[in-house]
């Protein structure tokens, strides 16, 4: 099914650990974007890609780095884990923003 | 900047009886407007959006969206909900920035149906 795949679904992290969050779009879409998810604040973006080869900061890019590896992929990594960044993490992706969003199924991090 | 501001965070509602889920948002430029929904460990699905045009916009499972410029609001509106229909749904606007589209979403709100 076309859509946006993310990996892994699940991830529990010790304080000070790093990982990379996967995703990846098979419908060409040319923007990509992370978001975190908390209790009672929505959605919060962290950075996204207009386009193959450009990142740009969001919101909360504190403790984060991506990498827009070719069109249909783009990781959201973690160098040093924190308590705080316990969330649940969204990958999207778009053609146009006035399109609307496709969303991936999420990534349940708890770092401890 | 643009901000998006869900006025409820909890609507419990019996089977069968109308909802309506109350959007505002500001903006200084012209914008979208996008209502998603969120079933339980699921991401996003896009449930209607508001480009141009007619304010009434109507989506999937029955949904419907009044824009209303004048009120800056986008309340989002089902005749008559199902136990399905439990979810937490989302509001978002975005706007053209240098090329690209960011859309800002609300808090949320948790649409709980009674049977």
């Known amino acids: 099914n076309a859509g946006v795949t993310q990996t892994p679904k699940f991830q529990v992290l010790k304080t000070g650990q790093s990982m990379t969050l996967q995703c990846a779009q098979d419908?060409?879409?040319?923007?990509m974007y992370w978001y975190r998810q908390d209790p009672g604040m929505g959605l919060r973006l962290i950075y996204y890609s207009a386009s193959e080869g450009t990142t740009d900061k969001g919101e909360v890019p504190n403790g984060y780095n991506v990498s827009r590896l070719n069109k249909r992929e783009f990781s959201l990594r973690l160098e040093s884990a924190a308590p705080s960044q316990t969330s649940v993490y969204f990958c999207?992706?778009?053609?146009?923003?006035?399109?609307?969003?496709?969303f991936g199924s999420g990534t349940r991090l708890t770092v401890v | 900047a643009q901000s998006v501001t869900q006025l409820d965070s909890q609507v419990p509602v019996f089977e069968e009886a109308p909802v309506e889920l109350r959007c505002n948002y500001s903006s200084s430029v012209s914008v979208y407007l996008f209502w998603y929904v969120q079933y339980p460990n699921q991401g996003l699905q896009l449930l209607l959006k508001y480009l141009s045009g007619s304010t009434l916009v109507k989506g999937i499972n029955g949904f419907e969206a009044e824009f209303n410029k004048s009120q800056t609001s986008f309340h989002l509106r089902k005749p008559s909900v199902h136990i399905s229909d439990t979810a937490e749904y989302f509001c978002a606007v975005s706007h053209a920035s240098g090329g690209s589209y960011i859309p800002t979403f609300g808090r949320g709100t948790s649409l709980i149906v009674h049977p």
């Open positions: 419908m060409n879409h040319n923007s």
């Open positions: 999207a992706s778009s053609e146009r923003g006035d399109y609307g969003y496709t």
